[in-house]
């Protein structure tokens, strides 16, 4: 069974802190990608990895940034956290040898006050 | 955007009954993935069909690919309360990359 987990599940952040946020998957999928979602949105891209040490942008990179280490491990670090990147966020790896499907972790819901 | 239709919709029906919740998208695809997410969890994959593919059938899921209209459709017949969820059905842009493009999803709420 595949498995994406995230940590932590729940964070509360001050505007203008750090925040990171971890991903663990023991799939060995090289793709790794990290989303956010709003109330009554889809999900949204913000940024991707192609394997350990790469990094690219999605959709919506501004504010974030992202680091994989390894082929387990993919980070997104918001610099300076602002109320608007309240949200929950999901990662997700996947691989083209799977028709690109795609498994998500449980979410990290973030309050930035 | 990818999307012809960004809002999130809503269906409401009784447990029992059958739904169809549709998607449509505007670039090409090589493949339409149906995404189901239930409250609090992270959305997890039903049903994956090919471009050149019309039909495909999953147990009580069954999806449909129109490319020339660039359409797809999610059926689940007898449904049951732990259906509730949100439908999302997500493309893959004619890209080699690996992203997923996800539209807004469809709130299904099963009554029992």
């Known amino acids: 069974e595949a498995a994406v987990t995230q940590s932590p599940r729940n964070k509360v952040a001050v505007t203008g802190g750090k925040v990171t946020l971890s991903c663990n998957q023991t799939?060995?999928?090289?793709?790794m990608y990290w989303y956010r979602q709003d109330t009554g949105h889809g999900l949204r891209l913000i940024h991707y990895?192609?394997?350990?040490?790469?990094?690219e942008k999605g959709d919506i990179p501004d504010g974030y940034k992202a680091s994989r280490p390894s082929q387990e491990n993919f980070s997104l670090i918001l610099e300076l956290a602002t109320p608007s990147q309240t949200s929950v966020y999901f990662c997700?790896?996947?691989?083209?040898?799977?028709?690109?499907?795609?498994?998500f972790g449980p979410g990290t819901r973030l309050l930035v006050l | 955007s990818q999307w012809g239709e960004e809002n999130l919709q809503a269906l409401s029906i009784q447990e029992g009954e059958d739904v169809t919740m549709n998607c449509s998208y505007k670039t090409y695809t090589t493949v339409v993935q149906w995404y189901r997410q239930k409250s609090g969890k992270g959305p997890a994959q039903l049903i994956l069909?090919?471009?050149?593919?019309r039909e495909k059938r999953s147990g009580r899921l069954r999806a449909t690919l129109d490319t020339s209209s660039q359409s797809s459709s999610l059926s689940i017949t007898g449904t049951l309360a732990t259906d509730t969820a949100v439908y999302f059905c997500a493309t893959d842009g004619g890209s080699a990359l690996g992203r997923l493009h996800f539209g807004a999803g469809t709130q299904l709420i099963v009554i029992p």
């Open positions: 997700a790896s996947g691989d083209r040898d799977i028709q690109d499907t795609q498994y």
């Open positions: 069909i090919r471009s050149n593919e």
């Open positions: 990895s192609y394997g350990a040490g790469s990094t």
């Open positions: 799939n060995n999928h090289n793709n």
